[in-house]
């Protein structure tokens, strides 16, 4: 079992910077690959980003490459969401997950165990 902790969710302007951070607590936390999605209101679930238990690979949503950075710490079983240039369009509750991928997992269904999501708004 595996919970996740989201933080650093905020009110930012546009082109500003938040730093999103998931704490996680279980066993065997540094197999599984990490994910951040993101729903906004009236709006699916949708991929941000990914990172492979190794931290070797990541992948990105086409929405958000070139202004957001996944990254983790094993050591303190930390994943983390570097995010840069933010845009009104990227307002939504932003939610971390874990699942059994030895890949980059760019869809839901390959995500076993989910934190509850923090908010994040960006102001025009």
């Known amino acids: 079992q595996v919970q996740l902790v989201e933080s650093g969710g905020g009110l930012v302007q546009a082109g500003g910077s938040l730093r999103l951070s998931c704490a996680a607590s279980?066993?065997?936390?540094?197999?599984?690959?990490k994910g951040w999605f993101r729903q906004a209101p009236g709006k699916e679930r949708e991929f941000v980003a990914t990172?492979?238990?190794?931290?070797?690979?990541?992948a990105y949503a086409d929405s958000v490459k070139g202004r957001f950075t996944i990254s983790r710490d094993n050591a303190k079983n930390m994943v983390y969401l570097q995010m840069d240039s933010l845009k009104p369009a990227d307002t939504a509750v932003y939610y971390c997950a874990a699942g059994r991928s030895a890949v980059v997992a760019t869809t839901a269904l390959r995500y076993d165990y989910w934190g509850q999501g923090t908010q994040v708004t960006v102001s025009s």
């Open positions: 990172i492979t238990w190794s931290g070797a690979n990541t």
């Open positions: 279980g066993r065997t936390f540094s197999v599984y690959t």
